[in-house]
Structures are given as C-alpha cells and as structure tokens.
C-alpha cells in the first residue's frame, strides 16, 4: 500500500489509462477522484474511485471547481495525474485550425489548467506529485499528427520547467511517454494498422493500459522520491 490515504486526481478517467491508473493507485491505497468530461456521479463505472466528476479540463471555472471541491473534502491532494487527451490526426496541409485549436486545448492547455490549480495547495503543503501524460510521438513526433506532437512536446516542456520551479517547494513533476497501448481508440483501426504498429516494437505487442498505469503508481509513491523533471519512455522498447 504504497500510497496510502494519499488524495489523487486523475484527468480523463473514463476508459483506457485513465481508469486503469484509477484503479492501480486505489489499489495502493490512494483515495482517487476521477474526472472526465465523459461521466457522471457514479463512482462504480470506474472501478476504484472513491469519486467521479464532469470535469471539461478545457474549462478553468470547471477545475478551479474541481480543485476546490477536493480540497474541501480531503484538505488536501498528493498527487495529481494530467492523463486527458484526445487526437485529431491529418497531415500539416489538410489540417484545420478547428482540429490543431481542439488538440491542442485539451492535451496542453488543460495540463496547464490543471497543474496550476493544484500547485499552489501542494506548495503550501510541501509536498505533492503532478504527473503529466506525454508520448513517444513527444520524443519523436508523427506522421499526421502535428497538433498531438506539439501538445505532447509542450507537456516535456511543462514537465522540465515545474521541476524546476516547485522542486524546491517539495513538488516533484515528471512525465510518462507511452508507446502504443490498447485502449477503445484502437477499436476502429484496421487489424492491418495493428499489426504494423506491433511490428515496430520489439516485445512484438503493444501496452496494456495497466502497465502504463504501473509507471504512474511507482511515480506517484515515495519509492520515487528522487525523481524529479524526468520523462519515462513506456513503449516496449519502439525507440531502440
């Protein structure tokens, strides 16, 4: 029970990471409050939350809310993990500024909103953990994916410069760059698309989102103590 009665946020809970990273950190012991735009109240369609709330990480009022209602309740928050994200892939000349602003709002944005909610509490308490989801395609970028590939770069951004500026005040930032996990977004791309994404990684599958959830728990516990400003590449080993 690594992080016991520890009060964590995760963003974009409903499926996928997000609720796999709910349930790894309940797992040990957190008191987990999920949030995404996609649900209601009912804590039990996220196995492990202790709560659900719509949350648009786009909307600040929406997180300022959030952060409050937390706060309130627990009166405090350890840890908060920035996981929300979407895609709306074309390449540099089809894309529209509608697809670029969408992307680009949630996956940096609402990082942003999120992290600076939250940090001000977590300075004042000397301590806390915000873990930022970021992406191999923000180490190496990707063919269509302009919009993701700057807002998953940012994050980096994000990540280096808040270790270095809440570092000192007892808050230590990193970030986690998947590779290629099997989550519902997959469910609609070809099984020939699939295998040529296995094929690129040397375990010969892709993640499960459990192992990405791994990553976020050791992150987010004491055992990582000293880790702090770091991006760690969970991908299989896709970049070797």
């Known amino acids: ?20 990273t709910v349930a790894r950190l309940a797992a040990e012991g957190a008191i987990v409050i999920g ?10 369609s996220v196995p492990g939350a202790a709560a659900l709330h719509a949350v648009d990480v786009t909307r600040r009022e929406d997180v300022d809310a959030l952060v409050a209602r937390v706060q309130a309740e627990h009166g405090r928050i350890d840890v908060l993990v920035n996981n929300a994200g979407i895609t709306k892939d074309a390449r540099l000349v089809k894309m529209t500024l509608e697809q670029f602003d969408a992307v ?16 001000p509490l977590m300075v004042a308490q000397g301590a806390g953990v915000i873990l930022n989801a ?6 190496y970028g990707n063919y269509g994916q302009t919009n993701y590939a700057a807002s998953k770069f940012g994050v980096i951004g994000f990540t280096k410069t ?23 977004i997959l469910a609609t791309v070809p099984d020939r698309v699939l295998e040529q994404m296995r094929s690129q990684v040397p375990l010969g599958r892709l993640a499960r989102p459990e192992e990405i959830a791994s990553v976020y728990a050791f992150l987010a516990s004491d055992d990582a103590s000293y880790i702090n400003g770091t991006v760690i590449e969970v991908s299989g080993g896709m970049s070797v």
């Open 1 to 20: 029970m690594k992080l016991k009665n520890k009060v964590c946020i995760v963003t974009g809970a409903a499926q996928g990471i997000g609720a796999a």
């Open 134 to 139: 970021s992406s191999v395609v923000g180490l």
């Open 35 to 44: 949030c995404d735009r996609r649900i209601g109240s009912d804590a039990g």
């Open 162 to 184: 808040w270790s270095r500026e809440l570092g000192p005040k007892g808050v230590r930032v990193n970030a986690v760059a998947p590779g290629f996990v099997e989550t519902p």
């Open 104 to 119: 680009i709002d949630v996956n940096l944005r609402g990082v942003f909103h999120c992290a600076q909610a939250v940090a």
